[in-house]
């Protein structure tokens, strides 16, 4: 089973990937094309030229899990157009854009607050 939690690194691969690529592909591209290890645990987050789709590659320690969602209706409403090849989004922010969401527009509280000790006197 897949747990995404605020801990993990989650990254999207900018550029539209060829969707016929199953699990060796795409760990192939996280190593040669993003310069990222695919066994560290990261989700790597991908989608296709039309943006009708999602595919999510992450290692558990005793294999890959390759997850595809395609939408039924429209598109993905967001997608980063930075120079860079990977993005990285917060577990909340994916969740918005597995929903067709647009995770940039919404205000997402901080994951973490410093704990306020009560003073002494």
Known sequence: ?????????????IEPTDFRKGIDGLVALCRQRLQEDPFNGSLFIFTNRRRIAIKILTY????????????????????PTDTSSLY?????????????????????????KPLKLPSTR
């Open 88 to 112: 990285s989004i917060s577990a909340t922010q994916l969740h918005v854009l597995l929903q067709q969401g647009h995770p940039l527009q919404l205000k997402i509280p901080d994951h973490w």
């Open 60 to 79: 558990d320690g005793q294999g890959f899990w390759l997850c595809l969602k395609r939408f039924s209706k429209g598109k993905l409403a967001w997608w």
């Open 1 to 13: 089973m897949i747990q995404i939690t605020p801990h993990q690194r989650l990254f999207l691969a």
